[in-house]
């Protein structure tokens, strides 16, 4: 609805670059927003551990929906960190996989692995799932020129051993975490660092706040991919994206490209 309109002003079109994250919406509320925007999904992100617990008739109706839908499943960094942990990495990996995901999160968020990204990524590869790695801890603060040049070494090591993208973290609060100041400004400079050294394609940025979801695109401008959305941003995340919102329109990496563009 309204494309052949957006596009008479200057809109551009960038795909699915947003994964929003389901910390334990019903079936019913998850199936509406994927009707809604599954467009405008790059993946569905399975949160935390919430799915777990969850009645499993409901987890594997959202699956369903997902797929339906056209909109793959990557599950959340936290049980994957548990099982590792517990020694059950294989037990997790086979039941993500029996349940139709499409990639788990590994990370060392706040656990420590034992086991080298070349003989996960292999495991994982065993049953058909891709992985992606979880960039930066939960509970040590925003980062610093030294975890930056630590977490490109780390990032490198994990996409060579097999890992499709890496997610750069931010928790629910993008404050004091990750690429986020303890006043919750993103500290673009370690940003780019982290691009020039992995490549704009290979990240996601995790972006669970309005400040973070917009300070993202004004820095990076609208090709950047972002995580970690809640269902009902989505919308608001991409007419941000295109210019379409108030705050953005002014902004010349993200306006759209209006025949006779006035800035009144």
């Given at each position: 609805m309204g494309a052949a309109v957006l596009a008479s002003w200057g809109v551009g079109e960038f795909g699915a670059l947003t994964t929003p994250f389901d910390p334990g919406y019903?079936?019913?509320?998850?199936?509406?927003?994927?009707?809604?925007?599954?467009?405008?999904?790059?993946?569905?992100?399975?949160?935390?551990?919430?799915?777990?617990?969850?009645?499993?008739?409901a987890t594997r109706r959202k699956l369903a929906a997902a797929r339906e839908w056209g909109v793959g499943?990557?599950?959340?960094?936290?049980?994957?960190?548990?099982?590792a942990a517990a020694g059950e990495m294989e037990g997790y990996l086979d039941l993500c996989a029996e349940l139709g995901v499409?990639?788990?999160?590994?990370?060392?968020?706040?656990?420590?692995l034992s086991s080298t990204p070349e003989s996960i990524c292999r495991l994982?590869?065993?049953?058909?799932?891709?992985?992606?790695?979880?960039?930066?801890?939960?509970?040590?603060?925003?980062?610093?020129?030294?975890?930056?040049?630590?977490?490109?070494d780390q990032g490198s090591e994990w996409l060579d051993a097999g890992a499709v993208a890496l997610v750069v973290e931010a928790r629910e609060?993008?404050?004091?975490?990750?690429?986020?100041?303890?006043?919750?400004?993103?500290?673009g400079a370690y940003?780019?660092?982290?691009?020039?050294?992995?490549?704009h394609d290979r990240l996601?940025?995790?972006?669970?706040?309005?400040?973070?979801?917009?300070?993202?695109?004004?820095?990076?401008?609208?090709?950047?991919?972002?995580?970690?959305?809640r269902l009902e941003e989505v919308l608001r995340v991409e007419i941000y994206r295109r210019g379409l919102h108030s705050d953005a329109f002014g902004?010349?990496?993200?306006?759209p490209s209006l025949p006779n563009r006035t800035n009144s």
């Amino acid at each position: 609805m309204g494309a052949a309109v957006l596009a008479s002003w200057g809109v551009g079109e960038f795909g699915a670059l947003t994964t929003p994250f389901d910390p334990g919406y019903d079936p019913a509320t998850l199936e509406a927003h994927l009707a809604q925007s599954a467009h405008l999904m790059e993946m569905l992100k399975l949160s935390m551990t919430c799915w777990m617990i969850a009645d499993g008739d409901a987890t594997r109706r959202k699956l369903a929906a997902a797929r339906e839908w056209g909109v793959g499943i990557v599950t959340g960094g936290g049980p994957f960190e548990i099982a590792a942990a517990a020694g059950e990495m294989e037990g997790y990996l086979d039941l993500c996989a029996e349940l139709g995901v499409t990639r788990v999160e590994a990370g060392e968020g706040f656990t420590h692995l034992s086991s080298t990204p070349e003989s996960i990524c292999r495991l994982a590869a065993d049953r058909s799932l891709e992985v992606q790695f979880e960039l930066g801890a939960k509970h040590t603060g925003a980062f610093d020129a030294a975890t930056v040049r630590s977490l490109v070494d780390q990032g490198s090591e994990w996409l060579d051993a097999g890992a499709v993208a890496l997610v750069v973290e931010a928790r629910e609060s993008a404050q004091d975490v990750g690429l986020f100041s303890i006043a919750g400004e993103l500290q673009g400079a370690y940003a780019d660092a982290l691009v020039e050294a992995l490549g704009h394609d290979r990240l996601i940025f995790e972006a669970p706040t309005k400040p973070s979801q917009f300070a993202l695109l004004d820095h990076f401008g609208p090709v950047v991919r972002l995580s970690n959305v809640r269902l009902e941003e989505v919308l608001r995340v991409e007419i941000y994206r295109r210019g379409l919102h108030s705050d953005a329109f002014g902004k010349p990496s993200l306006a759209p490209s209006l025949p006779n563009r006035t800035n009144s």
